[in-house]
């Protein structure tokens, strides 16, 4: 049994096949320019399947009489025609719309030339790596040279050949797969693990090339792919200074037994080398990895490179499961097999019992967003299901992959305590300053990867620099250009000739909103090349992709039907800006999605659906539109202020604000693009008068829903439950806007008013608002509260005469605020930021600030009643005579109270015990009384009265 079947110059072997090779290129050449020409996709793949159909002059009856070597011709001049074609429908926006058609002919004749007179040899070999056949690195000059009679420019030309290699590979397979009882005298002349395969393993390869291809399809509108862009990502780890790695034996869902709050390690290491480290070993106590990062941090193309080079290197079975194409309404395992069944590829393929199977969910965070509910609910459930599923297929040895933004993570790190379960992404570049916090024993964060990004990209796109740019590498950039998907996008402003001018201002939306003006240039105007929607101008073309954001938004955050695109175009009025270019809004939407950063969901839903190719892009969008609609709701509710027969009423307004923002939660990530909008707003010349505008409409919008006023009723949704979401959603929206609009006024809106005292506490109890919740800047005062609060932003809010009874508030800022004459009972205000707080006549009783910062809080006239101010920072604190009135002891233990001014006041009933007081003021006190034990008194006049020793000997 020959290895090798095939040696013989093509030209022998193409006389019985008849594969013209000329004409081939001559007519894909035609085709895909014409295609261009007229901006039309679908044309171009039909035409070209048309091409790869006739290329072939071949009966069947000549077909069964091929020899086994021309066979094997056959079937690599097949891949290679169906490689080409899919990469001229790929690369349609890439060609220019004209040709020289002398020129075509001859490069076609050097392409036909270099192939007749070239040695094709295949082995075993060649069917585990096809894109290392020889016949391609034969032809690298002529099809670039090809590529560059097309429209591209040589570096596009030569990015587009690479990945035209990996092409091959991917239609080879499918090729076999696709007609393998064609090819039998090959499986009878080779016997290796591709030609014996079943039907099950074919799938299983060909799927394990897809996952291939896809890093190697382009990346955004470039000619190169992740694959050539991609730098290997470093992340950490975190170890307590207690915790044994080794230590992994216990079940999954059960913590580990060792304390978590002394002092961790954040260990550096190289990402991929870490996973392929834990997969060559299996324990069913850890068999679950999860990445966290930020939006653009690399989570999905580490998951996709991963998936990629393990399928290419290794003979790990993987299933890659982007979870926003995933639906967990059913037991997980279940879920699987539903997702296998519509993937094209392994459809009907069992994977239930598949040994050493590596499962990789991209996106924890996208499951929330389809099901609409609370996010750590989504991510517990769906982790616990995971971690059950690994249980119970401990026998086959599976393994599992969990990549989310940080919040999806952070809420689940109770069930992720194991030694390395989490791994943190770091970004290509940390200050030396920075680097300080990390353990990284292999000095892998010296490198800045900026640096190798930038040379690969100028590779890639035919520049010469070596290194970032200068202008780039400055410190006020580094939040951007250290991270991956921003990094790129910078890169697209700054190779522009009328990029952006980076500043110390330039923030992230103006970044995007440049992207915007680029793609539009390109894709929408005369001069570019996408003549499909050449008449619509900018504006129009923003507008409807704001649209298409906020379906996307409503709908799951990355997906969106055509259908539904259309419907909400059609509410919008919009519709008939698709009419200028095409027939019907449905094409209209279709062409659009097809140019910018979208791409084709395939699923087998029958309606054509759509998915941003990156979520922040949508996020962008959506900002951009609720501020539209925040802008159109102020001029209507004007307009009905001025003349009552025209614009809207606040019902009027409430209810539009609900039907943008009702159907989803605005999160932090959509929140930092509305703050950037508004930041922009800011800069122009009316935009602060237009911003207070906008924080006086939200205050009356706020106090209609205090007060019960709401017009959700009257909107008709389906049912009370949706009528809750709604409300809930767009009430917390009006308070997230309020908090970004005051913090530009800087003003405060006061003398709102509310039907009850306890009003404004029960609407966040019923809105579920109470952790990292925006109450900035409201006037808050003669109300109560009940409700205890986690990381929440009362900055600058006036709490006067509020009555604040039996809370917890915990770790919230609380800077700047006022609360004169409150009385507060039973509050534990434990590790909160409390800066420049004035309780002036406030009456505080049985009240805690342990770890709380009060430097230069104010104290005057204020009654303070079993008070622990146990390791506070007092520094600069006032409580001279007349500004404390001691009704009960109050403690200060390890607390920094530097500079305290305690002039002629009654402190003997207070405790000082190992605090510093250094510098304070006790003139005039009656210090006998006090207890100074272990605290540092140096520059007061007590320094050489109180030592720690003459103290403690007192107390004993």
Request: with cysteine; aromatic share 10%; net charge negative.
């Amino acid at each position: 049994m020959s290895e090798i079947i095939l040696k013989q110059p093509v030209s022998v072997l193409n006389r019985k096949i008849n594969f013209d090779i000329k004409d081939f290129f001559i007519q894909a050449s035609k085709t895909a320019v014409q295609a261009t020409a007229q901006g039309v996709t679908g044309n171009l793949i039909g035409s070209a399947a048309t091409i790869v159909k006739g290329v072939f002059d071949i009966s069947k009856t000549t077909e069964l009489e091929l020899k086994v070597e021309e066979l094997a011709w056959l079937l690599i001049a097949r891949s290679l025609t169906q490689a080409i074609t899919e990469m001229l429908t790929s690369d349609q926006d890439l060609f220019g719309s004209n040709i020289d058609k002398a020129a075509i002919t001859s490069v076609a004749t050097n392409i036909e030339n270099k192939i007749n007179e070239s040695e094709v040899a295949i082995d075993n070999d060649f069917f585990e790596a096809p894109h290392h056949l020889a016949l391609l690195d034969d032809l690298e000059i002529v099809l670039i040279e090809w590529f560059q009679q097309l429209g591209l420019d040589e570096a596009k030309a030569k990015s587009t050949y690479k990945r035209l290699k990996g092409q091959f590979s991917f239609s080879l397979d499918k090729e076999w797969v696709t007609n393998a009882s064609q090819y039998t005298s090959i499986i009878d002349q080779l016997n290796t693990p591709f030609t014996k395969a079943t039907v099950k393993q074919r799938n299983i390869r060909q799927y394990r090339s897809w996952l291939q291809q896809q890093v190697n399809e382009r990346m955004f509108d470039e000619a190169f792919g992740l694959k050539q862009i991609y730098v290997p990502l470093r992340a950490y780890y975190v170890k307590s200074e207690e915790q044994d790695e080794n230590i992994i034996e216990q079940d999954l869902t059960e913590p580990l037994g060792i304390k978590t709050h002394g002092k961790t390690n954040k260990i550096v290491c190289d990402l991929e080398s870490e996973i392929r480290e834990w997969l060559e070993e299996y324990n069913e106590h850890d068999a679950l990895r999860v990445i966290s990062g930020g939006p653009g941090s690399g989570k999905s193309s580490f998951a996709k490179m991963l998936a990629a080079n393990l399928s290419a290197q290794s003979n790990i079975p993987i299933l890659f499961i982007p979870l926003h194409h995933f639906h967990l309404n059913d037991y997980l395992l279940e879920a699987i097999k539903k997702f296998v069944d519509n993937q094209l590829i392994l459809s009907h393929t069992s994977m239930s019992e598949e040994k050493n199977l590596l499962l990789i969910f991209d996106g924890l965070d996208e499951l929330s967003m389809q099901s609409g509910t609370n996010a750590a609910e989504v991510s517990n459930r769906f982790i616990t299901e995971v971690q059950d599923a690994l249980r119970d297929r401990k026998n086959v040895h599976w393994k599992a992959i969990i990549t989310g933004r940080e919040l999806s993570i952070q809420s689940q790190q109770h069930k992720l305590k194991k030694p390395k379960t989490i791994y943190h992404l770091l970004p290509y570049y940390i200050d030396e300053e920075n680097r300080e916090d990390f353990n990284d024993a292999n000095s892998l964060l010296m490198t800045d990867q900026r640096s190798e990004w930038w040379q690969k990209l100028a590779e890639l796109k035919g520049f010469e620099f070596d290194d970032i740019p200068t202008e780039l590498a400055t410190k006020h950039l580094e939040p951007i250009t250290t991270e991956p998907l921003l990094n790129y996008l910078v890169s697209l402003s700054y190779l522009k000739e009328d990029g952006i001018a980076f500043s110390e201002n330039t923030n992230l939306n103006e970044i995007y909103a440049d992207l915007l003006d680029s793609v539009h240039e390109r894709k929408y105007t005369d001069s570019g090349t996408h003549r499909s929607v050449d008449s619509m101008d900018k504006r129009k073309f923003v507008r409807i992709l704001q649209e298409i954001a906020l379906t996307v938004w409503h709908e799951n955050g990355r997906t969106a039907s055509v259908s539904q695109i259309t419907e909400q175009c059609k509410k919008a009025n919009i519709d008939s800006y698709f009419k200028e270019f095409t027939k019907d809004a449905e094409s209209g939407v279709i062409r659009l999605l097809m140019a910018f950063y979208f791409r084709k969901f395939d699923g087998n839903n029958s309606d054509e659906t759509f998915e941003f190719t990156h979520k922040s892009f949508g996020e962008y969008l959506t900002a951009k539109r609720i501020m539209l609609e925040l802008s159109k709701i102020l001029n209507e509710v004007e307009r009905f202020k001025e003349e009552a027969d025209s614009g809207w009423t606040l019902e009027d307004a409430f209810g539009k604000w609900i039907s943008v923002c009702g159907p989803q939660r605005i999160d932090i990530y959509l929140r930092e693009f509305l703050d950037g909008e508004i930041q922009i707003l800011a800069s122009t010349d009316s935009g602060l008068h237009k911003i207070n505008k906008f924080q006086e409409l939200l205050i009356e919008l706020i106090q209609m829903a205090v007060n019960g006023q709401s017009p959700v009723k009257k909107l008709g949704l389906d049912s009370f439950s949706d009528d809750l979401t709604y409300s809930n959603n767009s009430e917390i929206a009006l308070l997230e806007l309020h908090s970004l609009c005051a913090k530009r006024t800087k003003k405060i809106i006061k003398n709102v008013s509310y039907r009850e005292k306890e009003s404004f506490d029960v609407w966040l109890s019923r809105l579920n608002y109470l952790q990292n919740a925006s109450l900035n800047y409201l006037d808050l005062s003669s109300l109560t509260f009940k409700n205890s609060f986690n990381e929440c932003d009362f900055s600058s809010t006036i709490l006067d005469n509020s009555f604040i009874m039996f809370n917890k508030i915990y770790q919230c800022n609380f800077g700047e605020v006022s609360m004169k004459n409150s009385f507060c009972i039973g509050v534990n205000f434990n590790d909160n930021n409390l800066l420049n707080v004035d309780f002036s006549e406030a009456r505080i009783i049985d009240t805690e600030f342990k770890d709380s910062n009060l430097k230069k809080s104010i104290f005057e006239n204020t009654v303070l009643l079993k008070i622990d101010f146990k390791e506070c920072n007092l520094e600069n604190i006032d409580v001279s005579e007349d500004s404390f009135n001691i009704a009960g002891q109050v403690n200060f233990i390890d607390s920094n109270l530097e500079n305290a001014n305690f002039k002629n006041a009654s402190i003997g009933n207070m405790r000082f015990i190992d605090s510093n007081i250094v510098n304070g003021n006790f003139e005039g006190t009656n210090h006998e009384e006090a207890y100074f034990k272990g605290s540092n008194l140096k520059g007061t006049i007590l320094e050489n009265i109180y030592t720690s020793e003459e103290k403690l000997e007192e107390e004993k």
